[in-house]
């Protein structure tokens, strides 16, 4: 199967950068799609970006011109570069990720991410 693992959370100030990855193993050739998704205390999860095996990418409207998402299709690492960060983007960050043909999804732990004014 997949197994999913991130790194880079942390706390900073406003106005201040971090970069998350998540390294995948397993049986990587069934993904075709990756992402991180977000939740904070007392809301619901919600999508932050994708990025799909060819390099096409969505983000949410309140963090696009903020953050980068990219991938590593040949180490199956994705990555999420976040800067001008602001204390609304404080959540546990949630990598993810989908092989969309067998309709197969997983998730990795959570990495907290905290940004402080």
């Known amino acids: 199967q997949v197994q999913l693992v991130e790194s880079g959370g942390g706390s900073v100030q406003a106005g201040g950068s971090l970069r998350l990855s998540c390294a995948a193993s397993g049986s990587t050739n069934r993904i075709n799609l990756m992402g991180w998704y977000r939740q904070a205390p007392g809301k619901q999860r919600e999508l932050v970006a994708v990025i799909t095996s060819g390099d096409a990418t969505n983000y949410a409207s309140s963090v696009k011109g903020r953050f980068t998402i990219s991938r590593d299709n040949s180490k199956n690492t994705v990555f999420l570069q976040m800067n001008s960060l602001k204390p609304e983007d404080t959540a546990v960050y949630y990598c993810?990720?989908?092989?969309?043909?067998?309709?197969?999804?997983?998730w990795g732990q959570g990495t907290q991410v905290t940004v402080s004014s």
């Open positions: 993810y990720a989908s092989a969309i043909l067998i309709n197969k999804n997983w």
